[in-house]
């Protein structure tokens, strides 16, 4: 029994002792790795690169398209509340003027139509609501729409690149410092611009 304790205590050292020198030789390895210099060529060396989203969704003639789509639906959607909001206060406004000539022949009268105005707001202020939620899920619906596209284009873009890894980096948010080589926005851009095609007017 004791021989067996002993064997396995001695296998059990050997692996420290392999473990700890395999630990001081990658340490020594890593001490030798020279810094890599601001503009060096890396090409090879790494494969993986970053898009910077915000430029890309600046300058992506597809991103504007739909920037553009929404915009419009945004605004037709605020001139249709401001025109039902204006013709509501002319009518509120026509109400208070009744009331302060005594205009209703009954209380009655003045009471139903103040109701009236109510509900006429109450289905304004709905109507604002309902179409804010549309855009936002128009929005949400193209803004997916764009990331699909976007991802797909990268995949062709890829087969001749050979990266492992594209990173999107949105305002420094994913990557905090990297040299400027691994950027492929302006190539990414240039590629996905000649690849898409303006919808018809």
Known sequence: ???????????????????FVMQFSDKKETRNVRPVASGENLTGTLPVAYVNVDSLLENYNYAKDLNEIILKKSENSRASVNQKATSLRSEMQ????KIENNAFLTRERAEQEQQRL????QELQELDARLSQELMNEQQKLNEQLRD???????????DKGYQIIYSNTLGDNILLAND???????????LNKNYSTPAQ
């Open 118 to 121: 109510l509900q006429k707001q």
């Open 149 to 159: 596209t976007v991802v797909a284009q990268l995949k062709v873009f890829n087969k």
């Open 94 to 97: 026509e109400f208070q003027r």
């Open 181 to 191: 080589i691994y950027d492929i926005t302006a190539e990414v851009l240039d590629y």
């Open 1 to 19: 029994m004791k021989n067996i304790n002993y064997i396995i205590n001695g296998v059990l050292a050997v692996a420290v002792v392999i473990l």
